[in-house]
């Protein structure tokens, strides 16, 4: 069963770059069958996706967010990241990571979330 | 603000069918697939309904879905107490480089 693993401080400085690690487990990543996403949700708000990674190394970023986010992947340890700079009390949320696949394009497995809290 | 368009909220009495909306535009729900995903409290979102209308095994015959021009819409028939959750809808959005969108998601209660 694949499972998906996100890690990260939980604490960060206005004005800092968030850094987060997706681990995903019961599965390789290193498939051309799926890519590998960053989605966030702020607390009683709704969904935004933040970027995908393929394991080519092909990115795609949210508009919103591109200036500011960088998405990397290491299939070496079946990992793939995410780093987010300059961040604003706007970017405290929950950080979901999941998987999409590419024949039917949907996320099909997800992380649990980790709570990424922007405070002095 | 979202770019995909649901109401806030919905609700339904056991038993009933419900129908929820999403409204987007030609660069999105009008030239791609939807996907309806459900949050119950405290999760992650799960599947439902992928590619307009067709739903995952596992996901019961009540979900079905939708989509006609730039809207779509999810139906729940035979509401249960399960069912009350947060319910998105996903599409892919061809502007600038392409990227996900969802909208802003809609309660469900079930009274």
């Known amino acids: 069963q694949v499972q998906l693993q996100e890690s990260g401080p939980g604490l960060v400085k206005p004005s800092q770059t968030l850094s987060l690690t997706c681990t995903v487990s019961g599965g390789s990543i290193n498939s051309d069958r799926y890519y590998w996403n960053w989605i966030r949700q702020p607390a009683g708000k709704g969904l935004e996706w933040i970027g995908r990674i393929y394991t080519s190394g092909s990115t795609n970023y949210n508009p919103s967010l591109k200036s500011r986010v960088t998405i990397s992947v290491d299939t070496s340890k079946n990992q793939f990241s995410l780093k987010l700079s300059s961040v604003t009390a706007a970017d405290t949320a929950v950080y979901y990571c999941?998987?999409?696949?590419?024949?039917?394009?949907?996320?099909?497995?997800w992380g649990q979330g980790t709570l990424l809290t922007v405070s002095s | 603000q979202s770019v995909l368009t649901q109401p806030p909220s919905a609700s339904g009495t056991p038993g009933q069918r419900v129908t929820i909306s999403c409204s987007g535009g030609?660069?999105?729900?009008?030239?791609?697939?939807v996907y309806w995903y459900q949050q119950l409290p405290g999760t992650a979102p799960k599947l439902l309904i992928y590619k307009n209308n067709q739903r995952p095994s596992g996901v019961p015959d009540r979900f079905s879905g939708s989509k006609s021009g730039t809207s779509a819409s999810l139906a729940i028939s035979g509401l249960r107490s399960e069912d009350e959750a947060d319910y998105y809808c996903?599409?892919?959005?061809?502007?600038?480089?392409?990227?996900?969108?969802f909208g802003g998601g809609t309660k469900l209660t079930v009274l």
């Open positions: 999941a998987r999409g696949t590419v024949i039917h394009d949907y996320f099909d497995y």
């Open positions: 030609s660069s999105n729900i009008g030239s791609n697939y």
């Open positions: 996903v599409a892919w959005d061809d502007s600038l480089s392409g990227f996900w969108v």
